[in-house]
């Protein structure tokens, strides 16, 4: 029998491979083109605003890297040609196997000579989309080879060219985790699929053969490739190599990238939390786009709260100031309308969320703890505070407040001393209230205390415990709202309704406000012409905790609140950072933003206030403690005079009385080389008209008694006026118990 000559041969083997292709049963229910699009998953999720702008696109697939499915009109020409000659040259002649080829390859093999591969382009995407059919580290088997004929004569049957090249071009496996033309454009080439040029093209199509290959192996392929789509030209290799060489290190296609990454962040957790997964941007959004999270963001704010936070960071980077947050929420849906997280480049813990990382608040809490202070009645905005020296003692010992100048301003009134932000008259407020009661008042306003109120004693009306800007931003909003609490919410979802019954009474709220945004009575510390004045209504406040690590501003308009927080997120002290210096200037500029076109009113007296005109008695230098002015009144606690007694002491405060030292199981030791007439407790209260009582036994009346201490419990009582008990202590003396009963004697 003659031999046959070489391509009748391969022409036999052809036909013969064909022959056992049409023997294996053809797949029922091939997957359709629009079937792929509408499966196709970027590893990224679009955080969106309000409206549907972009604001953040993050990586939630750490498993690849995928983009959006790119439409093949989008795809150069010179990658579409590029990809064409390097894997499948005659795609558009064959059926979905180049029996050529296939014969090619066969008998290649069978003489152990190399040649192309014979999987054309359908074949390769045949593989791609099914899982049985996809290659393993060893190459596919004989079976899954007569699979992947078999899937690729059915797609050509049922599928378009073009609807073959765009699948492939956007399933293929590039480089690492790097799946599909548009991941792989702007991760290495930092492009659109629509934009690559001729060289870009050869080095993407060379990656196909030799995805994970070295660079100098991936540029001669690239190098093939460009020859054979500039037929005739020089091309200079060379310099393809160093092209090539730093084209597969580069990585511009960031994991997250946007405006608003923390809350991006935020969201998504709440979105994992929930149980739930990102949408198509809409419904009728066209498949193979990324997922998408909606949000109740503004994206024109977002950008500006960026930029004005980052610029004052700037400005103050010569006063060790690092990082910044800010948040602006919407009074009446809670809804947030900016979350800026961190300073971005300017930090150097740019990851860290300051929306939410615990930081000690300063004087921001405050204003809660007057608001509570005036709902129990216990002061009024025009009541008396001694802002003086003043050493309160704790089962720990002494604790001695100071003013932020050192100073003092001697008897102030409420209203002023909240305004000015002076210290001794707050500590001396949360004495009246009591340092657990005003921590299950800021449970209930959404601020969670890791500790209780007894825990921080008295320095927490000075902002000892750490709270987040977000929960603070909103315990303001809790007072814009006349004291209604509501959860804030970053999802775009149909707002809760604000609870019927407030947290806290709308009287007291309504003072609050009206004394943060009166400019007058914050003149004492920061003057006439402070940053925090606006020319609309706002109620404001800032705060710095201890050591200047953390500098504050919080307020609310008629529509908005504003928290802005500045500091280090390491915990290093600023420099010279005051109150209006920091945080104040982000606000107030955010603040002129959100109503450059919308007014901003004095918010409604509630009922059951009432507005009357006060005097103020002189003090020691013979003027008025204050101007008179017109003051607002829980119904039922107005009075007309607020003046000293003849002690000296503020009168008519409006405080029921009250034991302010010493404080409850206190545990006092006798010293034993101390004579014992020495040895003196101290006794102290506010309230007019009280008596002390030790262990059901008159001992002493007015506001301070000294008593002798004998070994032993004891129980110490304050009665008012009429002899009724109104508060008491419990307190153990230990030591030194003959002397003791000596002296007692």
């Known amino acids: 029998m003659p031999r046959l000559p070489f391509p009748a041969s391969r022409s036999c083997l052809a036909a013969a491979l064909a022959a056992i292709a049409c023997t294996l049963p053809v797949a029922a229910g091939a997957v ?123 797609l050509e049957r049922s599928w378009r060219k073009d609807q073959i090249l765009e699948a492939y071009l956007n399933t293929v496996p590039f480089r690492g985790e790097i799946v599909g033309i548009d991941a792989l454009s702007r991760t290495l080439f930092g492009k659109a699929p629509s934009g690559l040029d001729a060289r870009e093209a050869s080095v993407a199509a060379a990656l196909v053969r030799a995805p994970n290959a070295k660079p100098a192996l991936v540029a001669q392929r690239a190098c093939e490739v460009m020859r054979a789509m500039e037929p005739g030209q020089k091309i200079d290799c060379d310099a393809l190599d160093m092209f090539t060489s730093a084209a597969v290190q580069r990585r511009a296609f960031d994991a997250t990238e946007g405006i608003a990454p923390h809350a991006a962040r935020r969201v998504l957790k709440e979105l994992r939390e929930a149980g739930e997964t990102a949408a198509p941007p809409s419904r009728q959004a066209a498949a193979g786009k990324e997922a998408a999270v909606r949000t109740t963001l503004r994206a024109p704010l977002q950008r500006f709260a960026l930029a004005t936070l980052q610029r004052h960071l700037k400005e103050l980077r010569g006063r060790h100031v690092e990082d910044g947050a800010l948040v602006v929420l919407d009074n009446a849906s809670g809804e947030v309308l900016a979350w800026v997280g961190s300073s971005g480049p300017l930090s150097q813990a740019a990851e860290v969320d300051a929306v939410t990382a615990l930081r000690q608040p300063g004087s921001t809490l405050k204003p809660l703890l007057y608001a509570q202070a005036i709902a129990e009645r216990r002061l009024t905005a025009a009541s008396l505070i001694d802002d003086s020296s003043a050493q309160i003692s704790t089962a720990s010992g002494l604790y001695i407040p100071q003013n932020y100048d050192r100073q003092f301003k001697g008897p102030v009134s409420a209203r002023t001393a909240l305004a000015a932000s002076l210290n001794v008259p707050a500590v001396r407020t949360l004495v009246m209230v009591s340092p657990e009661s005003f921590a299950r008042q800021l449970r209930a306003a959404g601020l969670p205390l890791r500790e209780s109120g007894d825990y921080y004693g008295y320095s927490l009306a000075l902002g000892s415990a750490e709270v987040s800007l977000l929960s603070l931003a909103n315990a303001y909003r809790m007072l814009a709202n006349g004291g209604r609490y509501g959860p804030p919410t970053l999802m775009a979802r149909p707002p809760v309704p604000a609870p019927a019954a407030p947290i806290l009474d709308p009287r007291a709220a309504f003072i609050v406000g009206d004394i943060l945004s009166d400019a007058n009575a914050r003149t004492r510390t920061f003057g006439l012409d402070s940053i925090l004045s606006t020319r609309f209504w706002t109620a404001v406040k800032t705060g710095t905790s201890k050591d200047m690590r953390d500098n504050w501003a919080v307020g609310w308009s008629q529509r908005y609140t504003v928290g802005v927080w500045v500091g280090n997120a390491s915990g290093a002290s600023m420099w010279d950072v005051s109150g209006t210096s920091g945080a104040a200037p982000v606000w107030a500029e955010v603040m002129r933003f959100l109503h450059a076109r919308e007014p901003s009113r004095a918010p409604r007296p509630p009922a059951g206030l009432v507005e009357a005109q006060v005097t ?50 206190t545990i006092i030791a006798l010293d034993p080389d101390i004579p014992p007439l020495h040895q003196r407790v101290r006794f102290e209260s506010e309230g007019r008209g009280v008596q002390w009582r030790i262990d059901g036994k008159l001992f002493a009346r007015g506001n301070s008694a000294q008593w002798l201490p004998w070994p032993g419990r004891h129980v110490i009582e304050l009665a008012d006026a009429t002899g009724k008990v109104v508060d008491q202590r419990k307190l153990e003396v230990r030591g030194a118990g003959v002397v003791a009963k000596s002296a007692r004697r």
Do not use: C
């Open 32 to 154: 359709s083109f629009d079937e792929v699009k509408r499966e196709f998953r970027p590893s990224d999720t679009a955080v969106l605003d309000r409206n549907g702008e972009l604001l953040q696109r993050v990586r939630t697939d750490a498993s690849v890297r995928r983009g959006q499915w790119v439409a093949l009109a989008d795809v150069s020409p010179a990658l579409r040609m590029a990809m064409v000659l390097s894997e499948d040259r005659r795609f558009y002649e064959h059926s979905g196997i180049d029996w050529r080829a296939v014969s090619s390859a066969a008998w290649g093999n069978l003489w152990n000579t190399r040649t192309r591969g014979a999987s054309t382009i359908t074949m390769q995407l045949s593989g791609l989309l099914d899982e049985d059919l996809r290659r393993a580290n060893s190459g596919r088997s004989f079976t899954q080879k007569i699979g992947q004929t078999v899937a690729a004569a059915q």
């Open 616 to 665: 103020f008695g002189p003090g020691a230098d013979g003027n008025a403690l204050e101007a008179a002015r017109s003051e607002w009144f829980l119904q039922g606690t107005e009075q007309p005079l607020f003046a000293l007694d003849n002690a000296g002491t503020p009168a008519g405060a409006g405080a029921a009385p009250r034991i302010t030292a010493p404080a409850d199981g």
